[in-house]
């Protein structure tokens, strides 16, 4: 689970998780990776269409560094599943 307090990402819809572009590709974001407001940080599969997630929202800082990416690469996320854990940068 999520530490108590944490600030965490979360998936704006239900989907298959895709962490990289394609399979040959490095991943969006992983532990460390600095973030801001529009970056791609993943890619949800809903009924064949590939939906790049930016990050971003209410709550949310403008800037901040992932600590934890929670869900593995194919895994199907429901609305309000946790993406990301991050730390304010």
């Given at each position: 689970?999520?530490?108590?307090g944490a600030v965490v990402f979360k ?9 990289r572009p394609s399979p040959d590709k490095?991943?969006?974001?992983e532990a460390g990776t600095l973030i ?54």
């Amino acid at each position: 689970g999520v530490a108590e307090g944490a600030v965490v990402f979360k998936a704006p819809s239900s989907g298959r998780f895709y962490a990289r572009p394609s399979p040959d590709k490095p991943a969006f974001v992983e532990a460390g990776t600095l973030i801001e407001t529009g970056n791609t940080v993943a890619i949800l599969e809903v009924m064949k269409t590939f939906n790049r997630i930016a990050y971003g929202g209410p709550g949310l800082p403008a800037r901040a560094k992932v600590v934890r990416v929670l869900p593995n690469d194919g895994d199907d996320l429901g609305r309000g599943d946790v993406i990301l854990e991050l730390e304010p940068a």
